[in-house]
């Protein structure tokens, strides 16, 4: 069970758009619509923005968004906002044994 | 709303065993609908998943711990416990409780955080 890849950064300026990308397997990301995104901001907690793909969980402004083609998932942040900078980890469900498995992490910078 | 609180040493010395509590406040563990989850993460570092518990006592754990590790609950105290033997420097980190949603069988997103409490392996 090895950890979803993420790039390390990823940056935009103001009322820009970023997307960060969560690459996995057959056996985690591609093989199931269980893939959701957490943000986390310095020395806090995580906090979910994105559920089954694509789903957000209420109060997660609508600037969020989740998408999923093969094993590859998707989170893109339209119209950033000084308060999206923080990291973004994606997890998915990893089958058989009853697994979940997070990525790496990107840290999203708001130019 | 649910509350979860991590309780626990903020220091162990290696080669012993990290033991640690989280607390449910404002719902009950006992929900057919959720699992509920420890997670860690190293300074600096990302989040690692380190195993799920049912409320009937079922456990699913990270492959790469599971020999050092046991999950545990308690529900007439709406707690549910980690264990993991054997530390090391490398365990070292900030260890989160959560609630996981659940769909029959399978394990779905952690919804709700604890604050997340800092455990340090030095002797």
């Known amino acids: 069970q090895s950890a979803l890849t993420q790039p390390p950064s990823a940056s935009g300026s103001p009322g820009q758009s970023v997307t960060i990308s969560c690459t996995g397997t057959?056996?985690?990301?591609?093989?199931?619509?269980?893939v959701s995104w957490y943000q986390q901001h310095p020395g806090k907690a995580p906090k979910l923005m994105i559920y089954e793909v694509s789903k957000r969980p209420s109060g997660v402004p609508d600037r969020f968004s989740g998408s999923k083609s093969g094993n590859t998932a998707s989170l893109t942040v339209s119209g950033l906002q000084a308060e999206d900078e923080a990291d973004y980890y994606c997890s998915s469900y990893a089958g058989s044994n009853n697994l979940s498995v997070f990525g790496t992490g990107t840290k999203v910078t708001v130019l | 709303q649910l509350q979860l609180q991590e309780s626990g040493p903020g220091l162990v010395k290696p080669s012993e065993t990290l033991s640690l509590t989280c607390t449910v406040s404002g719902g009950s563990i006992s929900s057919s609908s959720y699992y509920w989850g420890w997670i860690r993460q190293p300074p600096g570092k990302g989040l690692e998943w380190i195993g799920s518990i049912y409320y009937s006592g079922s456990t699913y754990y990270n492959p790469s711990l599971k020999s050092r590790v046991t999950i545990s609950v308690d529900t007439s105290k709406n707690q549910f416990s980690l264990k993991l033997s054997s530390v090391t420097a490398a365990d070292t980190a900030v260890y989160y409780c959560?609630?996981?949603?659940?769909?029959?069988?399978?394990?779905?997103?952690?919804?709700?955080w604890g604050q997340g409490t800092m455990v340090t392996v030095s002797s």
């Open positions: 959560a609630r996981q949603t659940r769909d029959g069988y399978n394990m779905h997103a952690f919804d709700i």
């Open positions: 057959s056996s985690d990301v591609g093989g199931y619509n269980y």
